[in-house]
């Protein structure tokens, strides 16, 4: 009887390396399907970071463009009253000259 579990021994012992050797390579193989899925969902990741990114470059260019129009707009407007304003001065001071000249016509011919 102890010869026969002599026998059966490396019997055992061949299973158990045999099945450490099988471990060995299904730890392998789910560390390489691991792997994949970590770099697919990396590349997901950074796919939708760029999408946000864009957007938010897109938002910010709105935002500045809307800002200057309205800095334009208000630009314009400013400008549009000191011309208004300039233009009035002119006409005054032309219509004081033209009566300065008249009367200068006028007391001439006295």
Same mark, same amino acid.
């Given at each position: 009887?102890?010869? @026969?579990?002599? #026998? @059966? ?8 390396? *045999? ?13 390489? &399907? ?7 969902? @990396?590349?997901?990741?950074? *796919? #939708?970071?760029? &999408? ?16 200057? *129009? ?7 407007? #400013? ?10 001065? !002119?006409?005054?001071?032309? *219509? &004081? !000259? ?5 009367? !200068? ?6």
């Amino acid at each position: 009887m102890s010869n @026969s579990r002599f #026998e @059966s021994y490396p019997k055992y012992i061949v299973e158990f390396e *045999e099945d450490i050797d099988k471990l060995k390579l299904s730890t392998s193989d789910d560390t390489k &399907k691991l792997i994949d899925l970590a770099v697919r969902l @990396s590349n997901q990741m950074q *796919e #939708e970071i760029n &999408k946000v990114l864009s957007q938010i470059s897109s938002d910010l260019d709105k935002d500045t463009q809307a800002q200057i *129009e309205q800095l334009r707009a208000s630009y314009n407007t #400013e400008k549009d009253k000191k011309i208004t304003e300039i233009r009035n001065s !002119a006409n005054k001071n032309f *219509e &004081k !000259a033209v009566s300065y000249l008249l009367d !200068a016509i006028k007391g001439a011919y006295k």
